[in-house]
């Protein structure tokens, strides 16, 4: 059964009896490059939207526009000396202060405002990233009070050297630094 799914390639027509093996690199670039000889390809693993079309460079402008966006993020972080969170709260201070003077100028003409979207939380979500975030931090705890009795002589040297190496490379690079270079490699 698995062979008539592979004698077919995307568009539903037959291929010809040399790329049905699995060791043919043109039956792998058909495939839309597998991962491990596995049946998903690395797109479909990636969620196979948007987000994974972007990060694969199959929307080169989209993905072209995401690198310049955080090269000048990264540019006005590092180089100007101001931080991220005083940056966000001016940001947000413009908006706040905008919406107020529209909405002001709006009804002082006496004209219909566009309707803002009401944002509300429904307790189900609530409670199920409550409940998942809860399983998640009780693990770490674990994994705390394991390194912490010495039960896993391993686990406690991976996070010692970790936490050392960790310590080393934010004494020469900022946190900015580190995040645009493993945002860019990971495009």
Not at 11 to 32: E, F, I, L, Q
Not at 146 to 157: H, N, P, S
Request: with cysteine; aromatic share 10%; charged share 15%.
């Amino acid at each position: 059964m698995d062979q008539v799914a592979d004698a077919c390639d995307e568009r539903g027509g037959a291929r010809d009896a040399t790329t049905t093996s699995p060791s043919s690199s043109s039956a792998a670039a058909a495939d839309g490059y597998r991962v491990l000889d596995r049946r998903s390809s690395v797109h479909q693993i990636m969620g196979g939207g948007k987000a994974a079309d972007v990060l694969l460079w199959r929307r080169q402008r989209v993905s072209f526009g995401l690198v310049i966006v955080s090269t000048v993020a990264w540019i006005v972080f590092e180089q100007s000396g101001i931080s991220f969170l005083t940056v966000c709260s001016d940001v947000l201070l413009i908006i706040i202060v905008m919406s107020f003077l529209r909405a002001n100028y709006a009804s002082y003409r006496n004209s219909q405002l566009q309707v803002i979207p009401e944002l509300v939380l429904s307790e189900e979500m609530v409670n199920s990233a409550a409940a998942s975030l809860r399983v998640k931090i009780n693990y770490v705890l674990l994994l705390a009070h394991d390194i912490t009795l010495g039960k896993d002589f391993r686990l406690f040297f991976k996070v010692v050297v970790f936490l050392w190496l960790f310590s080393v490379l934010g004494s020469y690079v900022s946190f900015f630094t580190v995040s645009y270079v493993g945002a860019c490699s990971c495009d």
